[in-house]
């Protein structure tokens, strides 16, 4: 069984920055690839976020330029630095691990951008 426990959300000030961390465990395959989503009240689940075990990247073009996905695959961790933050990044943040056809999420850690 596959667990992603998600730390690093909370509250921060317009303009300031937040590190999101995702440590994956369970039976990991050695190929896959781990991302962010992140889910605003009214609105869909939209992909932040996503890197290959192989460290190839993906960024919606909305943070582009401001976040910055990483992992640690020895920790089969992921991280995600978000800087120049905006009241309008606030959501709730799901981690998520694709591994061939199968798909895990997160429970959701909350970053609020008060302005």
């Known amino acids: 069984q596959v667990q992603l426990v998600e730390s690093g959300g909370g509250l921060v000030q317009d303009g300031g920055s937040l590190r999101l961390s995702c440590a994956a465990s369970?039976?990991?395959?050695?190929?896959?690839?781990m991302g962010w989503y992140r889910q605003a009240p009214g609105k869909q689940r939209e992909l932040v976020a996503t890197?290959?075990?192989?460290?190839?990247?993906n960024y919606a073009h909305s943070v582009k330029g401001r976040f910055t996905i990483s992992r640690d695959n020895a920790k089969n961790t992921v991280y995600l630095q978000m800087d120049s933050l905006k009241p309008e990044d606030t959501a709730v943040y799901y981690c998520n691990l694709l591994m061939g056809v199968n798909s895990y999420w997160g429970q959701g850690t909350q970053v609020t951008v008060s302005s």
């Open positions: 369970g039976s990991i395959f050695s190929f896959n690839t």
């Open positions: 890197i290959t075990s192989l460290r190839s990247t």
